[in-house]
């Protein structure tokens, strides 16, 4: 399956410590997503990357958060000094602006919980 | 991106056509209706996407009205596991983010 791969799949921590998600998009896809869930809600965007360039970022991703796609490939998206309200699931999405089709393909997601 | 509207929840019966709607009113002349479906503990699907003529792929059909106001999702025969949150998006082809919203919830009913 060439699908967007994420990891962990759940990550259980406690307030305060730091975690760390994986994103690996689509092979050749030049944008790559971070959206996260809460209950009841649609996911909301957090930040975007074509190529290596981080190119917008959302008021949700707080200084706390970082992201980072190194090589223009994969991406990890950590977050510091976890508080409970960042219980969420965290997905992303990648895609490709340089086909006529530019639909974007999420992963399953990475479900954070904050205890 | 332009924001839509779409009713919180719908029902419909097995093997019946589901018909989903979505109003779009300040949709730009650039910008393409997305349709994403999101089953529950899942990241949500690419169903399908049109600008201005009505669509249709092995998972559904698009209906775009001419004045582009408004677009109609339809699952021709709905099973059990169409169940799912649908979201309606617009957003210009390179555009930036996908903006979801809070989508339908659609139950197929045995």
């Known amino acids: 399956d060439t699908g967007v791969s994420q990891d962990p799949r759940h990550k259980i921590t406690k307030r305060g410590q730091n975690v760390t998600f994986r994103c690996d998009p689509i092979s050749e896809h030049n944008r790559l997503y971070w959206y996260r869930q809460t209950l009841g809600q649609g996911p909301e965007f957090l930040t975007y990357f074509q190529n290596e360039a981080q190119l917008e970022k959302s008021r949700l991703l707080s200084d706390r958060f970082s992201a980072e796609r190194p090589k223009g490939s994969f991406s990890t998206l950590e977050i510091q000094r976890t508080e409970q309200g960042d219980s969420a699931m965290y997905l992303c999405?990648?895609?490709?602006?340089?086909?006529?089709?530019?639909?974007?393909?999420f992963g399953q997601g990475t479900r954070l919980t904050v205890v | 991106d332009a924001k839509t509207t779409q009713p919180p929840s719908m029902d419909c019966a097995e093997g019946r056509a589901a018909n989903l709607p979505c109003n779009h009113s300040?949709?730009?002349?650039?910008?393409?209706v997305y349709w994403y479906r999101q089953i529950h503990s899942q990241g949500p699907q690419y169903i399908i996407h049109g600008l201005k003529n009505n669509e249709t792929n092995e998972m559904a059909s698009l209906i775009i009205t001419e004045d582009r106001k408004s677009s109609t999702l339809i699952l021709p025969h709905a099973t059990l596991r169409d169940t799912a949150v649908y979201y309606c998006i617009v957003r210009a082809r390179t555009g930036n983010q996908f903006y979801f919203g809070t989508g339908t919830s659609l139950t197929v009913i045995p």
């Open positions: 300040t949709i730009s002349g650039n910008e393409y």
């Open positions: 999405a990648s895609s490709s602006e340089e086909r006529v089709n530019t639909e974007a393909f």
